[in-house]
């Protein structure tokens, strides 16, 4: 059985500072961010908000991708952003539900 695996991007806001990360429970993860219970820059920059993720059946190949994304010019970001999410919205409740 596999076990899904997501590179997601969290922000401080609409256009805001931005964090990307994987992990193998989205909703876990972004929880803690949120709670403030993962120390360092999500924590410092107030960066929160599930703004973008993609689901991946592989954990290498999630990895490969959060590198890759991270490696780009952050306009490329936005631009990643508002394909799916023009708006900016949170989408935590979406995941949690």
């Not at 994304?69 to 490329?76: C, M, P």
Request: glycine share 6%; charged share 30%.
């Amino acid at each position: 059985m596999e076990k899904r695996s997501y590179v997601y991007i969290l922000a401080s806001g609409i256009y805001g500072t931005l964090y990307i990360g994987v992990t193998s429970n989205l909703v876990r993860r972004v929880w803690e961010h949120r709670e403030g219970l993962v120390d360092g820059f999500t924590k410092e920059y107030g960066v929160k908000n599930l703004v973008w993720y993609e689901q991946h059946l592989d954990i290498y190949a999630a990895i490969t991708r959060e590198k890759q994304i991270k490696e780009w010019r952050r306009d490329w970001k936005v631009n990643l952003i508002q394909k799916t999410n023009p708006s900016w919205r949170d989408l935590f409740l979406d995941i949690c539900a």
